[in-house]
């Protein structure tokens, strides 16, 4: 079975297009050496890749420059217009060597992995160009520092509101129950405040016992002399003496006395 037809387009995947170019440069190279070494033939092949870089093929017997000139040759074109033309590019080439050379030397600087070949100027310079990378990172930190805290107090401050919207919603009831609470004690000890003075104005008619009373109530006396006490009735007793029955019946219906039991020994 033959191998299907691939259609010839640009390779989207970096990686695979530089895979095959890979593939595809080695075999045109070896194409080359057996075209000039088979038929004799003076091949110089140039190919730069997608990323720049340089790849080339002369034949053996010559070399890549003797092949361009020969080509110029051929084709009418000025060699000496060419060779300033190359000159030019070799000087280019000479300085952008040079600036590389600086920029390197310039990066180990910084990077402060070897100062024995550095002057005074230099590391002047070098020290004040740290101190104002070091003040432009202090102000990018304090920046970025106080950024941060601005956000902390406006986080701070939507919390704050928040609890305080909770806790109102908490104290509004709470007060109405104190609120109920206070007029239900209140109206309870209305209630009871005049039987507690009525016990008290009672109790403060009658001392307790060791106290001396000056004036005895006006009140106790009326009631004392309308009703006399239930308790106290006029009893007889007997005495076991047979001649005290007749002086004790006759001091019993005279006066009220306590009761008495008279045993003579």
């Known amino acids: 079975m033959g191998r299907g037809k691939i259609e010839i387009r640009r390779i989207d995947n970096k990686i695979t297009r530089q895979v095959t170019f890979a593939k595809r440069r080695g075999g045109l190279f070896k194409k080359t050496n057996e075209l000039s070494v088979l038929c004799d033939a003076q091949v110089g092949l140039i190919v730069f890749s997608s990323t ?17 000139n020969r080509y110029l040759t051929t084709k009418g074109t000025q060699i000496s217009q060419q060779t300033d033309d190359q000159e030019q590019a070799h000087a280019e080439l000479q300085r952008m060597r040079r600036e590389a050379h600086d920029l390197q030397r310039s990066l180990q600087q910084y990077t402060v992995d070897d100062l024995s070949s550095v002057s005074i100027h230099d590391l002047n310079n070098l020290e004040q160009q740290v101190e104002y990378s070091l003040r432009k990172v202090r102000s990018r930190k304090y920046d970025l520092l106080q950024q941060h805290v601005d956000n902390l107090r406006v986080k701070e401050k939507m919390l704050q509101d928040e609890n305080d919207r909770i806790f109102n919603m908490i104290k509004e009831p709470q007060q109405m129950l104190t609120l109920g609470l206070d007029r239900h004690q209140n109206e309870i000890a209305a209630i009871s405040l005049p039987k507690a003075d009525h016990g008290r104005n009672v109790l403060d008619q009658f001392p307790f016992f060791g106290e001396e009373e000056e004036e005895p109530p006006s009140s106790v006396l009326r009631l004392a002399a309308q009703f006399p006490p239930m308790g106290l009735r006029p009893y007889q007793f007997q005495p076991a003496q047979s001649n005290l029955h007749e002086f004790c019946f006759h001091q019993s219906s005279s006066t009220v006395t306590a009761p008495h039991q008279y045993i003579l020994a």
């Open 52 to 68: 720049g870089k340089l790849f080339q093929f002369a034949s053996e017997a010559t070399s890549m420059e003797q092949i361009i």
